[in-house]
Each structure stands twice: as C-alpha cells, then as structure tokens.
C-alpha cells in the first residue's frame, strides 16, 4: 500500500487536523510512515503564524522535489494555513506540488491523494501539471475533525471544538487563513469525548483558536452561564474523564461564569492560559486586542482569588509596529509583577494582509531580538523560582507514559500543567498519582511517591 508521510508545523489545532487526515488516508488502505524518504506522498501542513514557519515549510518542500526525480511516482502535498494563504501559488512556484488544500477541506485529502493516484493511472502523465488547489470555505467543516488515532497507552487526547477567529487582532493572519468563527454542537462534542473515555482517554484538551468565546454567536446564554461554560459542564458529567484542559483562550472571555467554573468543575484543572501579547495600553489598543493591562491585571487578581492555587500562563509578543523602550518596558514590569508560570515569547512576524504589517514604525530585527532575549531570561527566572516553590509539595500527576529525555523513567503533568519524572512501574500509566516533588533542577521537577499521612 502507497506510504504517507505527515509533517505538521505549528499549533496543536494543526496536529489534531493532522491525526484526522492520517485516520481518513489509514481507512483507505495507506500506510503511515515516519520519513519522507520512503514514503510515496508526503503532506506538509503547515502554520503562517511566523514568516519563519512558512520558509521552513516552503524550503523543505523544495528540497524535496530530488525525491520526485528518483521516484517519479510520489505525490506532494501542501494543506493548512499556508495552503489557505497562498493557494495555487504553492504551485506556480514549486513545481512538483501535487496538491494544495486549505483548512476547511482537511476532510477530502484522501479523496484528493487517491485522484492524482488514479489520474496518473489512466496515464494522464501526459498533463504533468495536474495538480488540485482547494481552499474554498465549507459550512459544517468544523465537524469534520472528529476522530483520533491512539497509541497504545494513550491518556490524554485534544478535541477540536471550534474553528476560526472573528477577533482581528491586528498582527494575526489567523482569521484569514482559519475563517470565521465556527462551533460544533455541545452534543458532537460530548459524544467525541466519551468515546476517548471508552478507550482510555482520562484527560481533554479542548481547542480552539479563541476557545473561551465558543458558540458565543451561534448558542444562547443559559442560566447566566455562556455557551462554553455550558460545553464545560457537559464534558465534566462524561464518565473516566478526570481532568478538563483549554487552548487557546481569550482574556476577554474570561467572563464570572468561567471563573467560578473553575471554583466548582472539580476535573477543570488549575491552569490558564491568559495571552497578554503586550504590557503597553497604547500597544494593546493597536494591536486590537480590546483589553488595558488595568484590566488584564484586575483578571488575574480575580482569578487567583476564585482558585490561588491556579498556574498562569501567557503569550507576549515584543517588536510590534511603534513598540518603543517604554512600551517594551511596561510589558517587561507586568511580566515581573503576575509571576507568569511559564511564558512564550514571540518576536513580531510582519504577516501579509494583516493591517499591523503596513504600520509606521517597524521595528528592525536586532531590537526585537534583543527584547526577545531579555524578556526571555526574566520569564526563564521566574519559572526556575516558582518551580523551587514547589518542592517538598504534593501534586497529583496523571502519569502520560516514559519520560521523553529518559526511557527508564516516567512522566507525568501536574493539574497546573508541568511535567514531573519519576520512576515507577510500567502499570502507573494512566493512573492519578499523588507525588511529593523532591527537587527541581531548571525546569524540570522530580518527584516520589507521596506517603499517605
Ligand atoms: S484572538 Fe487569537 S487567533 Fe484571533 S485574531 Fe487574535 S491572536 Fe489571532
């Protein structure tokens, strides 16, 4: 059977399109493979958040058309943001491009795949650049990603819940290149959940690109509580699902009902992402990002005080359009001030179509990377502290499988989201574990088992 190698770039949305696109090519007979080299179609799906990401896509592509001299017969393959962004020309410009698909027609790859297969079959050889370029919307595409590949031992699953962004924040691409906003039902999704829970799955990540604002135009509030609160508290009632995640939110979704979900979902575990992208009101306001740091900071003190034990993290961006000394100095305090967990720091990517790239007043690259590396080491020092806090703790862990960096060992994440490494037995996977954290080395937290008192 022909073999399919998939390479995803980017977020975790890209990832669970990825195992869906796998599942539909493995129901067809294709087998997958874990190297281009001896695959005969390979898939990119790819991210247009960062320029860098799109070079690394369009750069590995070209590199494979070598592959297509010695094997004629490899299909290759664009789908995702940057298939949506760009279209045919991916194909225009990168000539053994077989196939460009774009985020709401994940679900027809294999039907594509097995059209150029057929095409070049019946000898259409003689029309080399064949290819299929769709990246037309889709109503009820949101549904289509739905099912799941599970390794053996696999506890804990993304589900996709919403697509698309309505929000235009001024640096991203994404509301281009995912559409509007677009929910599934309360219903669908419950039913995906509980059939990871037949299967052993004890922990859910729901996704979206603004998650928090799910359903917010499609579903009726309902006792004072928003559509995904609702959604939360379906999924909380699904039998051997322990723990309940979300990515990635919105601050302005962050309304009192999800708040106090948090004081009363028992699964719903203590750590939030709060995006802050910057500490600069004026930065804020050109960004379009519809909240004040006065307001971003009254958010965290109303959600550590509905849950004080809640881990925080957040996305900043530095280097936006105008960004100056100051600007970049407010978003250096605040980072100082809440004592993020965790932060990931962005330099700002100048992305076409999007109203903050034709801004006065870029800022050149070795200011942004100066910002990025010291607004690093601020966030790097804080986690080191606040994971030495830690130590001589209890934290219940639900434990994922071995340790990534050591095999003999085990690991598993925290209800606040970090990783702990153990050693234990092989029947501890997929089991809640009380464990004391005995040390911290950087960023890492090693743990034992707790004694009952
Ligand atoms: S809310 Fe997120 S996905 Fe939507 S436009 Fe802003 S940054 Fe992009």
Known sequence: MPRVFIKTYGCQMNERDSEQVALMLMARGYEMTETERDADVVLLNTCSVRDMAEQKAIGKMGMMSKLRERRPHMVFGFLGCMAQSRGAELVRDLGHVDLVVGTQKFHRVADYVDEVFARRAQGSMDDPRFSIVDTEEESGSQETIRDHVLDPGQVTAFVSIMQGCNMHCTFCIVPSTRGAERSRGIGEIVQEVRGLAERGVREVTLLGQIVNL??????????GKSPFVQLLEAVHEVEGIER?????PHPIGYKEDLILAFTRLPKLVEHVHLPLQSGSAPILKAMHRTYTPDKYLDLVARIRAARPDIAITTDAIVGFPGETDADYEATRELMREVRFD???????SQRRDTPAASLPGQVDEATKEARNQDLLGVVNEIARERNAEMVGTTQEILCEGPSKTNADRLMGRTRTNKIVIFDGEPGSIGRLLDMRIARATGFSLYGEPAIPE
Do not use: L, W
Request: net charge positive; proline share 5%.
């Open 214 to 223: 799910y359903a917010r135009h499609e579903f009726p509030v309902r006792d």
């Open 244 to 248: 309940i995640r979300f990515t990635s």
């Open 342 to 348: 965790n932060a990931f720091i962005f330099r700002y």
